[in-house]
């Protein structure tokens, strides 16, 4: 009697259960307005088609496992450099020694309006004369099978990601391709080509300023020639005329001084060019300058432009004499241009000298050993989620169709949305 009891209590209870699903059917067939039905009522609805939605689930999974495992493998490889930085050079301390051009130390220190080296060093590595560089080394137009030299760039940048931290100040290379080996290759070219354009360009601050002095001190060095071969004329045509102590004293504190004002306008002209009028910098210097005319306005007199020809008074030499003491002036003047514009020219190449590479690599790229793309731990999850959700969406509205189908006016209202959505020959 125990088994054919159990039997019949698993009966009892099976039909009891199909009641209760009957109950619920009926609810949603029979209840006067839609908005009644329960959640508990959507997921018997979804308990009826648990298998076809395991299955399928499982069959979409292990489709999008195949399709991943043979799409082709894309590989990421980084490169992590260290910008130039624009830190205050030897030459600022050195500077700040020479007396009335003390100020050139701020010129030094405060660069040249470089206002983020990461940004500079990002512009220049996107630059169109690193890319085509790239494209010509890697042959990239036939990896990329583009026919033009612009399409091939445009391929090597989506190809290729560059930014920075702003935490850390570090820039990052980031190049993906189908080999691993290539990719380290390609983000390593980056920097290569970087070196190779920033060799002709004067990019750091010390780079700058030995530019700049370079060019001043060959035009002293022209002037300086220019006067000595003056000078030797003159002495063809006077003879060498030898000037007493005080004479020469005071040519050579004349010149001295015209030096001091000529190298000091030239600071200040730089010093505009990045700096406002109310730079504190800028305003020194002026004042320096001012203080310079005026000394060199008391040692000529208190009345003598310090643009005019600033001589010793005529009565203390021989007419024939002047003509040389004012070449002899204007040599002892270019050699004090000459021998301040040198000295701030090796500080410059010290500073540059010292400063080394353009931009450091921390971490030089490597091929990497896992792949980038395509992800099977996003992609997998990504595809069986999406397809769970559009099966559930599907299963409830054809549930909803064919219980729509049995009440007569849902299934006129179904009758009027399809003639709706029918495309009339007259309408298209």
């Not at 021989?318 to 020219?345: H, M, N, S, T, W």
Request: charged residues 30%.
């Amino acid at each position: 009697m125990g088994p054919v009891r159990e039997s019949r209590e698993k009966f009892e209870e099976k039909v009891e259960r199909t009641q209760v699903e009957d109950r619920a059917v009926d609810t949603l067939e029979g209840a006067e307005a839609p908005n009644q039905v329960s959640l508990l009522d959507i997921l018997i609805v979804l308990g009826r088609q648990k298998t076809f939605l395991l299955v399928s689930t499982a069959a979409i999974a292990i489709s999008a496992l195949a399709v991943t495992l043979l799409i082709p493998k894309k590989y990421t490889a980084v490169t992590t450099v260290l910008p130039s930085q624009q830190n205050s050079s030897v030459s600022a301390a050195l500077l700040s020694q020479m007396g009335n051009l003390g100020a050139l130390g701020s010129l030094a220190g405060s660069g040249l309006g470089v206002k983020n080296p990461a940004d500079m060093t990002i512009s220049l590595l996107k630059s169109r004369s690193v890319e085509d560089a790239l494209v010509r080394r890697f042959d990239l137009m036939k990896l990329y099978k583009e026919k033009r030299m612009s399409d091939a760039r445009k391929a090597l940048e989506d190809h290729c990601t560059i930014d920075s931290n702003v935490k850390d100040g570090l820039v990052r290379i980031a190049v993906e391709d189908h080999s691993p080996e290539r990719a380290a290759e390609m983000a390593n070219g980056y920097v290569e080509e970087y070196r190779a354009i920033s060799a002709r360009l004067a990019i750091t601050e010390a780079s700058q300023r030995r530019l700049f002095f370079e060019q001043q001190l060959e035009q002293a060095k022209s002037n300086l020639a220019t006067a000595e071969e003056t000078l030797k004329t003159a002495e063809q045509k006077t003879g060498m005329i030898q000037l007493d102590s005080q004479t020469k004293a005071l040519i050579e504190s004349v010149a001295k001084l015209k030096a001091e004002i000529a190298t000091q306008e030239v600071l200040i002209r730089s010093m505009s060019s990045y700096a406002t009028a109310k730079n504190p910098d800028l305003q020194r210097a002026r004042e320096q300058l001012a203080a310079l005319q005026e000394q060199l306005r008391a040692l000529a007199g208190s009345k003598a432009d310090v643009n005019a020809d600033v001589i010793v008074p005529r009565g203390k030499l021989p007419e024939a004499g002047l003509d040389y003491v004012r070449k002899l002036r204007d040599v002892k003047y270019y050699e004090l241009i000459f021998e301040l514009l040198a000295k701030q020219f090796e500080m410059a190449k010290l500073d540059e000298a010292r400063e080394g590479a353009v931009i450091q690599v921390v971490d030089p790229a490597v091929p990497p050993d896992r792949k980038s793309f395509p992800k099977v731990s996003i992609i997998v999850p990504a595809v069986s989620i999406s397809w769970v959700l559009l099966a559930i969406f599907g299963i409830l509205l054809r549930e909803g169709i064919a219980r729509a189908k049995k009440r007569p006016e849902d299934l006129q209202r179904l009758q009027m949305l399809k003639t709706l959505w029918q495309f009339d020959s007259r309408e298209s």
